[in-house]
């Protein structure tokens, strides 16, 4: 984001300048005349070791903020500190300096809000991670003879025949998304972590709506309840939803994704009914939420489409509406073979929305 750049360099300014005061202050440079009729050499020394303290704080947090570091906050804050102290000391002779240090005020909250926002997220996915039953054990050819044909097929083809049940999966991602059918697309990033039983998952990514403003959102599946929270710069909510409706819509989507991990086909929550010979219906049910969707499978037997009925929150009120994941693309991983490319699509009376574009980039299973 060009934001970025730019607090990069304002911080790595802001810090030089620190520096010159430095310099003037021990004689390395010839200092303003100014400096000089208003400061005693004693105060010239105590100023000149803030200066210095506070400019090598600002380098070091322009350079872990360029450097992606989640903690460049923790450096930033005592810079501002000693830096509003010497305005402070010094007004007005360096009055200006405050206008800068408010801009890093506000970069110091909006950062330690991410941080708080990411940190409840990674304890949602330990959560998870805890909760999460050892699975069975390796999948085999008899442990699948009640599932359809053609979803055994899909176990065969995809290679989790032979292999074990993971205990949880860890799937990354990038794309785009939009909200509107002619807004923009927005890139995004994301990592997700599933527990195949119970089900349940954790999803949080970065989305940058324009070039200077960001919004992290977290979605979850837990105790089998749902909740979608997004955060406009990490702060002010945009949502907090929760609700049957919310249930019902989180439900149907874990239950399009175990196509990234077919193991979960196998799970006493699902069962199956075969449709034709491409299809097959699953259904699930599992606490006072019951859902269900078809898959259909190309010739080669893998899901090239999900569609099930789903809440959706269109100008201000859910309605029931289909709800498409295409499959775009194949890729494998850990010798799985899954759709890692992927469109999806609300199929409303006024035309089809297209509002998701993704693509899983890595995905780990853990047993």
Not at 138 to 161: A, C, F, N, T, Y
Not at 227 to 235: D, F, G, P, R, W
Request: proline share 4%; glycine share 8%; hydrophobic share 45%.
């Amino acid at each position: 984001m060009l934001l970025d750049y730019f607090l990069i360099l304002l911080l790595a300014v802001h810090g030089l300048l620190h520096m010159v005061g430095f310099a003037s202050s021990v004689g390395l440079i010839t200092p303003h005349q100014r400096w000089l009729t208003v400061m005693t050499q004693g105060q010239l020394a105590v100023a000149g070791l803030c200066w210095l303290i506070t400019g090598v704080l600002f380098i070091l947090s322009a350079t872990l903020f360029y450097l992606k570091w989640d903690f460049y906050w923790a450096i930033l804050l005592p810079a501002f500190v000693f830096s509003q102290v010497l305005v402070v000391m010094y007004w007005p002779l360096d009055k200006y300096g405050t206008v800068v240090n408010m801009i890093v005020l506000v970069v110091i909250v909006v950062s330690t809000g991410a941080y708080s926002f990411d940190r409840k997220a990674s304890r949602e996915v330990k959560a998870l991670k805890r909760d999460a039953r050892h699975p069975h054990g390796i999948i085999s050819e008899q442990r699948m003879g009640d599932l359809p044909p053609v979803v055994k097929r899909w176990m065969v083809k995809s290679g989790v025949v032979g292999t074990k049940e993971p205990v949880f999966v860890h799937v990354v991602q990038k794309g785009f998304l939009r909200t509107g059918k002619e807004a923009p697309w927005a890139p995004f990033q994301a990592q997700q972590y599933f527990s195949l039983d119970p089900p349940a998952f954790v999803w949080k990514a970065d989305m940058h709506m324009n070039d200077f403003v960001e919004i992290k959102g977290r979605d979850k599946l837990a105790d089998g309840r749902g909740n979608m929270l997004i955060k406009a710069e990490s702060l002010f909510p945009v949502a907090n939803a929760r609700g049957k409706e919310i249930d019902q819509g989180t439900f149907i989507r874990f239950m399009a994704e175990i196509s990234w991990f077919p193991q979960a086909a196998l799970r006493n929550y699902i069962r199956w009914k075969e449709l034709d010979d491409n299809r097959a219906q699953a259904f699930i049910t599992y606490g006072n939420t019951s859902v269900t969707g078809v898959f259909t499978f190309n010739g080669d037997g893998l899901p090239v489409l999900f569609e099930a009925k789903r809440y959706g929150n269109f100008n201000g009120k859910f309605s029931l509406e289909t709800w498409s994941v295409k499959t775009t693309g194949f890729k494998t991983f850990q010798g799985i073979t899954i759709g890692n490319s992927n469109d999806v699509t609300w199929k409303l009376r006024s035309g089809n929305f297209t509002w998701l574009k993704l693509e899983v980039t890595q995905l780990d299973y853990a047993y």
